[in-house]
């Protein structure tokens, strides 16, 4: 049994998944929101059954458990999680656990891969909290409290930016004094990469093609979203920079805006906290369009409402002009590779990306692109020279599969 406890914590939330590491195979995955607030919530889904061997009364079906209470803090957090599982009947100790994997979104340039956390690794991804406010202090918490729930246990960071390490110096570098950059460690890190990595990796499987062989863009469209230019399976570049706020326009960010126009807000009297909340939460399509929700920007594009179809514009466009570049950081592409949320699941704007590119070679089929499908697929025409394929993401999978990798050594 290989079965890796992935954890993805917020300052507030608690989101983990029971995975089995060398398949990648959901067993069990849960929740625990509103964490320091007067009423937490707990809900738990458990999909473990007799065929699993974990014992307990599992009947081969889901059991969903579901409870409010004071989660008071990241330690009670696990500690509601622990009780969810002995409440289906599969108590965490009976599951065959063998490490945790903790998604850490910022690893600055010091974690170019998946690592073991000792004290000193949990603490320099405390101070990496400076780069990632909304992010790496909730997961420190987490993981201070989960090793000392499980003390018997390996426990791995994995990284989003990690992925993007390999990217070559003028991807990621910015134009600016190099003394002040290194101080204030401004570079570009790029985010996603845990997408990015095992959607690259599960294309190169559809296509039944060497990883190494190919040169891909993944276009991550959820509700952060952002574009990799990808050459043999290595990040060369992508959308999201410093932090996850640069790019792709967003559900609630505003991706790609001139710095200049921060500095305007800012002498004419907005602070850094305004500006802040303006382009993180209250930007994108939101900010356009009155919702964050891509169905629903579509449905009131549909319906005639010029906002919801300029939120669109602007958000096509934008996608189309980082395709367009990467293709020619790339010399062409083998794979333009669709996944997360929007990319998975809306038609409509795969084919609006692609829409007039007979002339790089990409070229959609509708049927193909409209068909009622979930699984990893291409959308391409036979005649495209370019593969267009949707990939579901999965990066609890990834965590759990670098998670194991790492303890199995
Ligand atoms: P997150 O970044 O939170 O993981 P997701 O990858 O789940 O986000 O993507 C969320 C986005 O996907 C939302 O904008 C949602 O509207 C969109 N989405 C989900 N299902 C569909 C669908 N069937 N059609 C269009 N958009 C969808």
Not at 124 to 142: C, K, T
Request: include cysteine; aromatic fraction near 6%.
């Amino acid at each position: 049994m290989t079965r890796v406890l992935v954890i993805n914590a917020g300052s507030s939330s608690i989101k983990y998944q029971l995975v089995e590491a060398d398949t990648g195979e959901r067993l069990a995955s849960g929740l625990v929101e509103r964490i320091g607030e007067p009423l937490g919530h707990v809900v738990h889904q458990s999909l473990i059954n007799d065929a699993h061997g974990a014992g307990g009364s599992g009947d081969g079906g889901e059991t969903v458990v579901e409870r409010e209470l004071p989660v008071l803090d990241h330690t009670a957090g696990f500690a509601a999680m622990v009780e969810a599982f002995a409440a289906t009947g599969h108590p965490v100790d009976s599951l065959g656990i063998t490490a945790l994997g903790h998604r850490v979104v910022q690893g600055g340039g010091d974690f170019i891969e998946p690592t073991l956390l000792d004290d000193g690794v949990a603490n320099r991804i405390h101070e990496l909290g400076e780069l990632a406010p909304l992010h790496n202090p909730g997961h420190y918490q987490a993981i201070v409290a989960a090793r000392r729930l499980f003390p018997g246990l390996p426990q791995v960071a994995v990284f989003d930016t990690a992925f993007h390490q390999t990217m070559p110096p003028e991807s990621s570098r910015y134009a600016i004094d190099p003394a002040i950059a290194a101080d204030h460690g401004i570079r570009r890190y790029g985010f996603h990469g845990i997408s990015h990595q095992v959607v690259s990796r599960r294309a190169a499987e559809f296509l039944g093609r060497p990883l190494a062989s190919l040169k891909q863009i993944v276009l991550h469209l959820g509700n952060g979203a952002s574009a990799c230019a990808i050459d043999g399976g290595r990040s060369v570049d992508t959308s999201m920079g410093l932090t996850p706020l640069a790019g792709l326009v967003m559900g609630t960010r505003s991706g790609d805006i001139d710095p200049g126009a921060i500095l305007h807000l800012l002498r004419r009297g907005l602070d850094v906290d305004d500006i802040d909340e303006l382009l993180n939460k209250r930007s994108g399509l939101l900010g356009f369009a009155g919702t964050n929700d891509f169905r629903d920007v579509r449905a009131a594009a549909e319906a005639g409402n010029a906002d919801a179809q300029l939120a669109i514009a602007v958000y096509v466009h934008r996608i189309r002009a980082y395709l367009g570049a990467y293709l020619l950081e790339l010399g062409g592409a083998d794979a333009i590779v669709f996944t997360a949320g929007v990319g998975e699941n809306n038609a409509a704007v795969r084919a609006e990306i692609c829409a007039d590119l007979d002339w790089f070679g990409i070229r959609i089929d509708p049927d193909r692109n409209e068909a009622d499908a979930r699984g990893p697929r291409r959308i391409s025409s036979d005649d495209s020279r370019v593969e267009v394929l949707v990939i579901p993401t999965d990066e609890e999978a990834e965590i759990a599969r670098q998670a194991w990798e790492l303890v199995r050594g």
